[in-house]
């Protein structure tokens, strides 16, 4: 069965760095498009960033130039590299395991269990 665990989630001072990390199973990983979601508290899930299998990436205007997603598919992962965070990228951030239609990333219901980002002004 297909799972995605994230790590790498913790506090940070605006300004500061995290980098997050999902581990993909139970489907060849290789082939599918990634991404990161995030919902604040009272929000709906959004889209942070896809990536294709080809390393295609689709961004949010709002972490644009900040953050950076990639993939190594020797080890079923993907990262978030987050830089510059904010107090308002303060979420849970779930990874996901989507499509892509043209360059933009579509998800499909396959979600981790999320990962908390507290970002402190």
């Known amino acids: 069965q297909v799972q995605l665990v994230e790590s790498g989630g913790g506090l940070v001072q605006a300004g500061g760095s995290l980098r997050l990390s999902c581990a993909g199973s139970?489907?060849?990983?290789?082939?599918?498009?990634m991404g990161w979601y995030r919902q604040a508290p009272g929000k709906q899930r959004e889209l942070v960033a896809g990536i294709s299998s080809g390393g295609t990436t689709d961004y949010a205007d709002s972490v644009k130039g900040r953050f950076t997603i990639s993939r190594d598919n020797a080890k079923n992962r993907v990262y978030l590299q987050m830089n510059s965070l904010k107090p308002e990228d303060t979420a849970v951030y779930y990874c996901n395991r989507g499509t892509m239609s043209g360059t933009n990333y579509v998800s499909r219901a396959y979600w981790g269990q999320g990962t908390q980002v507290t970002v402190s002004s």
């Open positions: 139970g489907f060849i990983f290789s082939i599918n498009a």
